[in-house]
């Protein structure tokens, strides 16, 4: 399974926690492959994708903070 973000608009950051599985989260072109316990910011008015490759339920929390 996968989703895509096309962003969030200016001045976003993304938290993820993931805390099951393991999520492969792309940053336009750069991936980062995350397991339980992982936690990554980024800026999230950037493209990006999170995808489950594997066949175990990945369960992640994510935060999206929108700036002033």
Known sequence: ASFTS???GTHTRE???VTAGELVLVLETVEYVMAEG???QFDSSRPHTYINRGEVMTVFTNIVYYEG
């Open 6 to 8: 096309e962003g969030h």
């Open 15 to 17: 938290s993820v926690l």
């Open 38 to 40: 992982d936690f990554i």
